[in-house]
Protein backbone atom coordinates (compact mmCIF):
# COMPACT_ATOMS: atom_id res chain seq x y z
CA UNK A 1 0.00 0.00 0.00
CA UNK A 2 2.87 2.36 0.74
CA UNK A 3 4.50 1.57 -2.11
CA UNK A 4 1.11 2.51 -4.64
CA UNK A 5 0.83 5.64 -2.72
CA UNK A 6 4.32 6.67 -2.96
CA UNK A 7 3.99 6.05 -6.98
CA UNK A 8 0.47 7.93 -7.14
CA UNK A 9 1.93 10.63 -5.54
CA UNK A 10 4.75 10.82 -8.23
CA UNK A 11 2.49 10.53 -10.63
CA UNK A 12 0.51 13.06 -9.66
CA UNK A 13 3.54 15.42 -8.96
CA UNK A 14 5.17 14.54 -12.86
CA UNK A 15 1.60 15.48 -14.30
CA UNK A 16 1.06 18.64 -12.27
CA UNK A 17 4.92 19.35 -13.49
CA UNK A 18 3.53 18.43 -17.25
CA UNK A 19 0.58 20.95 -16.70
CA UNK A 20 2.04 23.30 -15.70
CA UNK A 21 4.89 23.17 -18.27
CA UNK A 22 2.28 22.88 -21.17
CA UNK A 23 0.12 26.34 -20.03
CA UNK A 24 3.53 28.51 -19.95
CA UNK A 25 4.08 28.72 -16.27
CA UNK A 26 8.44 27.87 -16.55
CA UNK A 27 8.61 30.28 -20.04
CA UNK A 28 9.28 33.42 -18.00
CA UNK A 29 11.72 31.45 -15.77
CA UNK A 30 13.33 30.18 -18.58
CA UNK A 31 13.35 33.30 -21.03
CA UNK A 32 14.50 35.15 -18.11
CA UNK A 33 17.88 32.87 -17.59
CA UNK A 34 17.96 33.27 -21.38
CA UNK A 35 18.28 36.76 -21.20
CA UNK A 36 20.96 36.87 -18.46
CA UNK A 37 23.15 34.46 -20.29
CA UNK A 38 23.32 36.63 -23.50
CA UNK A 39 23.84 39.64 -20.97
CA UNK A 40 27.02 38.26 -19.73
CA UNK A 41 27.85 37.53 -23.50
CA UNK A 42 27.58 41.72 -23.75
CA UNK A 43 29.80 41.88 -21.40
CA UNK A 44 32.21 39.59 -21.64
CA UNK A 45 32.88 41.22 -25.20
CA UNK A 46 33.28 44.68 -23.52
CA UNK A 47 35.85 43.08 -20.97
CA UNK A 48 37.76 41.89 -24.16
CA UNK A 49 37.50 45.25 -25.62
CA UNK A 50 38.33 47.03 -22.24
CA UNK A 51 41.84 44.36 -22.16
CA UNK A 52 42.83 45.31 -25.73
CA UNK A 53 42.67 48.83 -25.71
CA UNK A 54 45.66 49.43 -23.27
CA UNK A 55 48.15 47.53 -25.61
CA UNK A 56 46.84 49.90 -28.39
CA UNK A 57 47.26 52.98 -26.50
CA UNK A 58 50.80 52.12 -25.83
CA UNK A 59 51.71 50.91 -29.63
CA UNK A 60 50.06 54.18 -30.45
CA UNK A 61 51.63 56.10 -28.22
CA UNK A 62 55.00 55.54 -29.33
CA UNK A 63 54.78 56.85 -33.05
CA UNK A 64 51.96 59.42 -32.14
CA UNK A 65 52.89 61.11 -29.44
CA UNK A 66 51.56 64.48 -30.29
CA UNK A 67 48.32 63.15 -30.58
CA UNK A 68 48.14 62.84 -26.51
CA UNK A 69 44.68 64.28 -25.74
CA UNK A 70 43.11 61.95 -28.10
CA UNK A 71 45.15 59.08 -26.30
CA UNK A 72 44.01 60.08 -22.91
CA UNK A 73 40.64 60.78 -24.08
CA UNK A 74 40.57 56.99 -24.78
CA UNK A 75 42.45 55.90 -21.35
CA UNK A 76 40.27 57.74 -19.48
CA UNK A 77 36.68 56.63 -21.80
CA UNK A 78 37.95 53.06 -20.70
CA UNK A 79 37.82 53.35 -17.35
CA UNK A 80 35.02 55.16 -17.30
CA UNK A 81 33.06 52.25 -19.02
CA UNK A 82 34.53 49.83 -16.70
CA UNK A 83 34.11 51.47 -13.10
CA UNK A 84 30.18 51.44 -14.04
CA UNK A 85 28.74 48.87 -11.76
CA UNK A 86 26.86 46.07 -13.24
CA UNK A 87 24.94 42.87 -12.09
CA UNK A 88 22.00 40.99 -13.22
CA UNK A 89 19.83 44.09 -11.44
CA UNK A 90 21.09 46.38 -14.68
CA UNK A 91 18.99 45.03 -17.44
CA UNK A 92 15.85 45.63 -15.83
CA UNK A 93 16.87 49.00 -14.20
CA UNK A 94 16.62 51.56 -16.94
CA UNK A 95 18.91 54.32 -15.08
CA UNK A 96 21.98 51.97 -14.55
CA UNK A 97 21.46 50.35 -18.27
CA UNK A 98 21.44 54.00 -19.60
CA UNK A 99 24.88 54.51 -17.93
CA UNK A 100 26.58 51.60 -19.11
CA UNK A 101 25.19 52.25 -22.52
CA UNK A 102 26.48 55.63 -22.04
CA UNK A 103 29.89 54.53 -21.64
CA UNK A 104 30.50 52.77 -24.01
CA UNK A 105 29.14 54.27 -26.54
CA UNK A 106 31.40 56.98 -25.32
CA UNK A 107 34.08 55.00 -25.36
CA UNK A 108 33.39 53.40 -28.68
CA UNK A 109 33.35 56.81 -30.35
CA UNK A 110 37.13 58.20 -28.79
CA UNK A 111 37.86 54.29 -29.74
CA UNK A 112 37.26 55.17 -33.66
CA UNK A 113 38.85 57.86 -33.64
CA UNK A 114 41.93 57.05 -32.30
CA UNK A 115 42.26 54.44 -35.23
CA UNK A 116 41.20 56.73 -38.07
CA UNK A 117 43.77 59.73 -36.41
CA UNK A 118 46.21 56.68 -36.83
CA UNK A 119 45.86 56.39 -40.56
CA UNK A 120 48.10 59.61 -40.28
CA UNK A 121 51.35 58.00 -39.54
CA UNK A 122 52.78 55.73 -42.03
CA UNK A 123 55.47 53.66 -39.67
CA UNK A 124 52.34 52.93 -37.61
CA UNK A 125 50.22 51.34 -40.16
CA UNK A 126 53.22 48.74 -40.90
CA UNK A 127 53.70 47.81 -37.13
CA UNK A 128 53.20 44.74 -36.76
CA UNK A 129 52.24 45.06 -32.93
CA UNK A 130 49.60 48.04 -34.52
CA UNK A 131 47.90 45.84 -37.12
CA UNK A 132 47.60 43.07 -34.92
CA UNK A 133 45.98 44.32 -32.21
CA UNK A 134 43.87 46.55 -35.20
CA UNK A 135 43.18 42.91 -36.70
CA UNK A 136 41.33 41.96 -32.68
CA UNK A 137 39.58 45.00 -32.01
CA UNK A 138 37.82 44.47 -35.24
CA UNK A 139 36.76 41.19 -34.17
CA UNK A 140 35.78 42.18 -30.72
CA UNK A 141 33.68 45.29 -33.00
CA UNK A 142 32.05 42.36 -34.57
CA UNK A 143 31.48 40.14 -31.80
CA UNK A 144 30.16 42.98 -29.99
CA UNK A 145 27.27 43.74 -32.21
CA UNK A 146 26.76 40.43 -32.81
CA UNK A 147 26.14 39.85 -28.69
CA UNK A 148 23.84 42.60 -28.21
CA UNK A 149 21.67 41.38 -31.83
CA UNK A 150 21.68 38.11 -29.62
CA UNK A 151 20.94 39.90 -26.06
CA UNK A 152 17.93 42.17 -27.89
CA UNK A 153 16.34 39.23 -29.48
CA UNK A 154 16.35 37.24 -26.16
CA UNK A 155 14.88 40.66 -24.61
CA UNK A 156 12.17 40.77 -27.45
CA UNK A 157 11.18 37.61 -26.29
CA UNK A 158 11.02 37.86 -22.91
CA UNK A 159 9.47 41.32 -22.59
CA UNK A 160 6.26 39.71 -25.21
CA UNK A 161 5.90 36.97 -23.11
CA UNK A 162 5.21 39.24 -19.98
CA UNK A 163 3.13 41.23 -21.84
CA UNK A 164 0.77 38.30 -23.93
CA UNK A 165 -1.70 36.10 -23.01
CA UNK A 166 -0.93 33.07 -20.79
CA UNK A 167 2.64 34.74 -19.69
CA UNK A 168 1.19 37.99 -18.41
CA UNK A 169 -1.47 35.87 -16.10
CA UNK A 170 1.71 34.52 -14.49
CA UNK A 171 3.69 37.82 -14.39
CA UNK A 172 0.70 39.15 -12.69
CA UNK A 173 0.45 36.35 -10.10
CA UNK A 174 3.18 33.68 -9.41
CA UNK A 175 5.75 35.74 -11.32
CA UNK A 176 5.36 39.08 -10.34
CA UNK A 177 9.14 39.17 -9.62
CA UNK A 178 9.96 39.46 -12.83
CA UNK A 179 10.55 42.63 -14.79
CA UNK A 180 11.02 44.06 -18.29
CA UNK A 181 14.55 43.61 -19.83
CA UNK A 182 16.18 47.29 -20.91
CA UNK A 183 17.48 46.56 -25.22
CA UNK A 184 20.47 48.27 -26.28
CA UNK A 185 19.38 50.99 -28.75
CA UNK A 186 21.64 53.08 -31.25
CA UNK A 187 22.56 56.40 -30.24
CA UNK A 188 21.57 58.74 -32.79
CA UNK A 189 25.44 59.88 -33.23
CA UNK A 190 26.01 56.17 -34.02
CA UNK A 191 24.25 57.46 -37.61
CA UNK A 192 27.06 59.89 -38.35
CA UNK A 193 30.77 59.78 -39.30
CA UNK A 194 33.63 61.91 -39.01
CA UNK A 195 35.24 63.93 -42.07
CA UNK A 196 39.10 63.30 -42.08
CA UNK A 197 41.39 65.56 -43.71
CA UNK A 198 44.96 64.73 -43.48
CA UNK A 199 45.75 67.47 -45.48
CA UNK A 200 45.35 69.98 -43.09
CA UNK A 201 46.23 67.44 -40.56
CA UNK A 202 42.42 68.22 -38.84
CA UNK A 203 39.84 65.80 -38.19
CA UNK A 204 36.17 66.83 -38.41
CA UNK A 205 33.72 65.16 -35.91
CA UNK A 206 30.01 66.07 -36.65
CA UNK A 207 28.45 67.70 -33.74
CA UNK A 208 24.50 68.20 -32.85
CA UNK A 209 23.39 70.76 -34.76
CA UNK A 210 26.09 70.27 -37.84
CA UNK A 211 28.66 72.19 -35.78
CA UNK A 212 32.22 70.79 -36.33
CA UNK A 213 34.74 70.01 -33.56
CA UNK A 214 37.99 69.90 -34.26
CA UNK A 215 41.14 67.93 -33.72
CA UNK A 216 41.20 67.27 -29.88
CA UNK A 217 38.12 67.41 -28.97
CA UNK A 218 36.10 63.84 -28.41
CA UNK A 219 33.82 62.41 -31.69
CA UNK A 220 30.45 61.87 -30.54
CA UNK A 221 29.70 59.00 -28.90
CA UNK A 222 29.31 55.23 -30.78
CA UNK A 223 31.19 57.33 -34.25
CA UNK A 224 32.56 54.80 -37.13
CA UNK A 225 36.00 55.53 -38.82
CA UNK A 226 35.68 57.77 -41.79
CA UNK A 227 34.35 55.87 -44.80
CA UNK A 228 36.44 55.69 -47.91
CA UNK A 229 40.06 56.95 -45.54
CA UNK A 230 40.79 53.73 -44.04
CA UNK A 231 43.03 51.39 -45.91
CA UNK A 232 42.07 47.76 -46.33
CA UNK A 233 42.29 46.02 -43.28
CA UNK A 234 41.99 48.72 -40.76
CA UNK A 235 39.07 49.02 -38.17
CA UNK A 236 36.01 50.40 -38.65
CA UNK A 237 34.11 49.94 -35.20
CA UNK A 238 29.96 49.01 -35.61
CA UNK A 239 27.13 51.42 -35.05
CA UNK A 240 26.09 50.77 -31.49
CA UNK A 241 22.53 48.97 -31.14
CA UNK A 242 20.71 46.88 -33.66
Not at 43 to 72: C, F, G, M, S, W
Not at 189 to 202: K, R
Request: hydrophobic share 45%; glycine share 6%; proline share 6%.
Amino acid sequence: MTFTRKLMGLAAALGMAAVLAGCGYNTIPTQDQAVKARWADVQAAYQRRADLIPNLVNTVAAYAKQEQAVLTAVTQARASATQVRVDASTITDPEAFARYQAAQNQLSGVLGRLLAISEAYPELKSNTNFLALQSQLEGTENRIEIARRDYNAAVQAYNTTLVTLPGSLWAATLHRGYKAAQPFNASAAAQEAPTVDFNSNMMMAPQPGGAMAPQGTMAPQGTMAPQGTAPQGTMAPQPQGN
